[in-house]
């Protein structure tokens, strides 16, 4: 299994906190994502990275901003946590294929947050 | 990247051969097909991917039409184990990886 930690796994917030969700990675994999799934959605992608410092919107990144200072951390920070974001939150990793620059499109899950906006 | 429609749900009896469809009818030359599954309340797990041809390993077999708008995942020997949710997904494979997932197939597998 793919080295791949979200912290917290859980989570309750009020609305307007601000709140953080950290994915970290121990596989040096280039390439991190942040989904959320919600019933009737899916998944949906918010926020990908493919570098450190290389951040780019997904599909739903209204409400969301990403860092990624190191290649193992990528944060997802809720600036004020509103009740639409009650969500469980996925992060994914993925390697390019022999080096070079080209993605696989092979994801690796991690076991996701769960988070309640009251 | 091209749209891909999946049946709700299916139901296979346990030891027999799961076959899940997916059409991906303005699939581009270059997009790549990919499933996944997602066993309840776990994150999802790569199954397998493919281009063009058919493509095998440990967990399943994909079969692409000659013309790419249909592909079909093969589970050969289900078990209840493999119940889950399955994602056929229609990207390229060199934009960043930015799969978008649809509603999938509720695979349920019964004794």
């Known amino acids: 299994d793919a080295g791949i930690t979200q912290s917290p796994r859980h989570k309750v917030t009020e609305t307007g906190t601000p709140v953080t969700l950290r994915c970290h990675q121990t596989?040096?994999?280039?390439?991190m994502y942040w989904y959320r799934q919600d019933p009737g959605h899916g998944l949906r992608l918010i926020h990908y990275?493919?570098?450190?410092?290389?951040?780019d919107k997904g599909e739903v990144s209204d409400g969301y901003s990403v860092s990624r200072s190191k290649t193992e951390d990528f944060l997802l920070t809720l600036e004020s946590a509103t009740s639409s974001q009650t969500s469980v939150y996925f992060c994914a990793i993925s390697e390019s294929k022999r080096g070079l620059s080209i993605n696989t499109g092979e994801l690796f899950f991690g076991e996701g947050s769960r988070l309640t906006v009251l | 990247d091209a749209k891909t429609t999946q049946p709700t749900s299916m139901d296979c009896a346990e030891g027999r051969a799961a076959n899940l469809p997916c059409n991906h009818s303005t699939i581009s030359g270059n997009e790549y097909v990919y499933w996944y599954r997602q066993i309840h309340s776990q994150g999802p797990q790569y199954i397998i991917h493919?281009?063009?041809n058919n493509e095998t390993n440990e967990m399943a077999s994909l079969i692409i039409t000659e013309d790419r708008k249909s592909s079909t995942l093969i589970l050969p020997h289900a078990t209840l184990r493999d119940t889950a949710v399955y994602y056929c997904i229609a990207g390229h494979a060199n934009q960043g990886g930015k799969l978008i997932f649809g509603q999938g197939t509720e695979l349920s597998v019964k004794p």
């Open positions: 493919g281009l063009k």
């Open positions: 596989e040096n994999h280039r390439y």
């Open positions: 990275s493919y570098g450190v410092k290389d951040t």
